[in-house]
């Protein structure tokens, strides 16, 4: 935290840098041992010595053991002191591959091995390693130790009079990069695919999410079936709402899920009344599956990055804002629970104050709020006074405005239309919705805005609650006039096509277009998937607009708007047009990558690479 507040990005570039050899020397002390890494937890890592028989254990444990005196015997990073603690036990493991929401999947390390670990750490001062009393029997006799005074049989390593051979564990299997793209974060997969994978190091405004379950080990086919449905669940929920899964572990307290929102990459804007919504549905869930779940939620600006070396790399949040969001799970108190950060953030929302808590590991109390109520979803009106420029943000896309005003000009004129708006993420879907409102509140149109979450697709028209309810308040507030005239219904984020809409959806939309204008955003379905648009193509006024990337000449607009200069020198806007395909999203996360690093410079009017960074190719 002191290297970020007081170095900026710099402090960010000399915290991974301390990351990486911290981590970096971990896993090759691992390997050397002839253990494997299976996760990065936090400041932490879990590691793994597997036997397939009772009778290799001895050598396992002895082997973990002496990977654990080489670590805490480390010498500090940078010439900074880092102490370490180390706890070895040993016992039947389970690793599973769970999720698969969106083809995306974690690894689980779960099973009776994991239980007790947590109070094995507790038991290691500084500088430590700790061993069950199983591990430390089956090490035998080349470890001294002393046994923990209450520590139910646990014993403090001292030292090994000898090692066993050194070992390296076996090269994995080429596996080709579509096999492990499942496992790989979106946001590592979005900035390597625009070339700028070297800037993923950043200090962000984020909302972590800690969801706790109570299957503490999951030993039984039948209980890791349950999780699995609670962890695709979470990954609906968190996606729909616009954050991502973090990852998933297990220790003795729990299985516990770890969602983020306002990580680089998410598809749409970091929304903390969004996080709280989603926490507070993810409970919901839990009740629904019948596992008892507990949920704490922080936010603040945490550092987030990859961290690790050539070997092993993993993509992790490290800080006071997970560490409190984790802390919360134990407060007494209706779940969910979250800071007063938090509750600041999403000011939009009621809250109820539980009290101030002394938390493990924090100084001072801590204020801590429930969440009482979520919208769920998100819809309303339009009210506000048109913009000064109704394309104002939008550049390289005057020809799709010309069909906007079209299409309003002929709902006017009682001539509705089904409106399509289809491209991948971050194309620009959602900022045409919002220009096409702007562009509608010059005439006569009335806006109504609907939306919702994925998690919410089981509900029939749930997307509609909003809208419908707008269009049929008869408030006196609301004239005749108001009331009758014509309707542009834009329902962003699509979450009604997320499964096939109902066959008579169609002619139902057909009998009812003459004085609305639907406008819907989709993405295009993956390889195999079933037209999302299905029974809407029988609509009459049906169209559908395929958003494609921008031109070179609009993303250097983009560029040039964004750091408020009047151009792009070429060759900026042709490395950015190359890295992204036209992408306005990554346009812009690559830009701020490069402006965290002073990379750009603005002079004589024109966004230009600054001197020593001319080699734009050689950043990414």
Known sequence: ERLISEGGQEGVDELTAILDAQFGGWVEAVHACGGEVVRFAGDALIACWWREAEDGLADAASRALCCGLAITSMPGVRGIPLSRRVAVTVGPALLARVGGEGGRFELLLTGGVMAGLGALIAAAKPGEAVASGTAWKLAGPPFEGLEVPGGGGAVRVLRADSAPPSASVPPGADLGEEALRPYVPSVVQNYLSAGVGSFLAQHRLLSVLFVSSELVTIERDED???????????QRI????????????????GTLIIGAFGLPGARTEYRPVDAVNAAIRIGDLGAELGIKCRVGMA??????????????REYTMIGAVPNLAARLLFV???????DAETRRLAADLPFDPVGTFHLKGLHGGTAVFRPLAGSHGYSGSRSSTPTASLGAGIFGRDDL???FDGALADVEQGQGRLLVLQGQAGIGKSRLVEALQDRSLSGSVRVVVGGGAPSLSDTPYSVWKGILADLLDLAPSQSREEQSAPVLAALDHNPFLSAPPPRTLGGDLARGLDQLLIVVTTRPPATGEADPLGALRAVDRFEEITIEGLSQPGLADLAAAQHGAQRTAPELAGWLWRRTHGSPFLCVESLRALALQGALQVEDGELRPRAGFEALDGLG
């Not at 968190?238 to 307290?253: P, W």
């Not at 007494?332 to 979250?338: M, Y």
């Open 224 to 234: 890791l079936v349950a999780f699995n449905r609670l962890v695709r669940g979470a």
């Open 238 to 253: 968190l996606h729909g709402f616009g954050g991502a899964l973090d990852k998933v572990l297990s220790d003795e307290k």
């Open 299 to 312: 936010s603040g600006r945490t550092f987030c990055g990859p961290i690790g070396s050539a070997a092993r």
């Open 332 to 338: 007494q108190g209706e779940s969910p629970l979250c």
């Open 401 to 403: 405005l010309r069909r």
